[in-house]
C-alpha cells in the first residue's frame, strides 16, 4: 500500500470514528429540520381530518362526553323527536359566548363555532320546568339535572330563570344532562329548530 493510500485510509477510519455512535446509543431518525416538518405535517392532518369526515362521510368526532359518551358519529337526516341526540347550530350571540369562554371551538357554524351535540329535551308545545331540583319535561323531571351556578373554571354562569316554559313554534330546547357540567339550554335557553343540522348515530364511542 502507497503512503497515499494509507492516508486516505486513516481519514476514512478516522471519519467513522467520529461519526459513528457510541455502543447501545440509538441514532436520531430526524434531523432539526426533518422534526419540523413532521409537526407541520401532523398538525395540518390534525386540522384536516374533522373536515375530510365531516365533508366525505358525514361524521363528527366528539371528544366531549356532556349528552352522550365521547367517539365518532355518523350525522344523519332523521326527524328530529324529542330525546334524539342530534348536531345544531347555536344562535350567533350564544355562540360567540361559548367560543368567549372555551365551551365551543371554532367550527363551520354561520356564527363561526363549531355545532353542538345534544339531546332534543323538549319540542314545541312541550312544558318545561326549571327549578332548584332539576329540569321537568311535561311533569316528568330528568335525574342530574340540577342548574350549576360556576362553570369548572369558578366564573359565574348564567342561566335561564327558574319557571315554567312552554316551547314556541319553531323552537326546541337542548340539553346534555350525561354530564353535570355541560353547557346546555338550562343556560341559553330555546334554539332554532332549523339550526339542528341531523341526528347523531354512534359509529364508535369510548
Not at 41 to 65: E, K, M
Request: glycine fraction near 12%.
Amino acid at each position: 500500500m502507497t503512503r497515499a493510500s494509507e492516508d486516505r485510509a486513516g481519514h476514512a477510519s478516522k471519519y467513522r470514528a467520529e461519526n459513528t455512535p457510541p455502543h447501545g446509543a440509538r441514532r436520531k431518525p430526524f434531523g432539526h429540520a426533518e422534526r419540523i416538518t413532521a409537526a407541520v405535517v401532523i398538525g395540518l392532518i390534525t386540522l384536516a381530518v374533522p373536515a375530510v369526515l365531516g365533508g366525505l362521510f358525514r361524521l363528527r368526532i366528539t371528544l366531549t362526553d356532556s349528552a352522550a359518551p365521547a367517539g365518532i358519529y355518523r350525522l344523519i337526516a332523521a326527524p328530529a323527536d324529542r330525546g334524539v341526540l342530534v348536531a345544531a347550530c347555536l344562535p350567533a350571540a350564544i355562540s360567540r359566548t361559548g367560543i368567549t369562554r372555551g365551551y365551543l371551538h371554532e367550527g363551520d357554524c354561520p356564527a363561526g363555532a363549531e355545532p353542538v351535540a345534544k339531546v332534543i329535551g323538549a319540542l314545541p308545545g312541550d312544558l318545561i320546568e326549571l327549578g332548584a331540583e332539576g329540569v321537568a319535561v311535561n311533569g316528568i323531571r330528568f335525574v342530574d339535572s340540577r342548574t350549576s351556578l360556576r362553570d369548572s373554571s369558578g366564573r359565574r354562569l348564567p342561566h335561564e330563570p327558574q319557571g315554567a316554559y312552554r316551547v314556541a313554534p319553531g323552537q326546541v330546547w337542548l340539553f346534555g344532562f350525561n354530564d353535570p357540567r355541560s353547557w346546555d339550554a338550562r343556560y341559553f335557553g330555546p334554539v332554532p329548530l332549523v339550526g339542528v343540522r341531523g341526528v347523531l348515530r354512534p359509529v364508535l364511542t369510548w
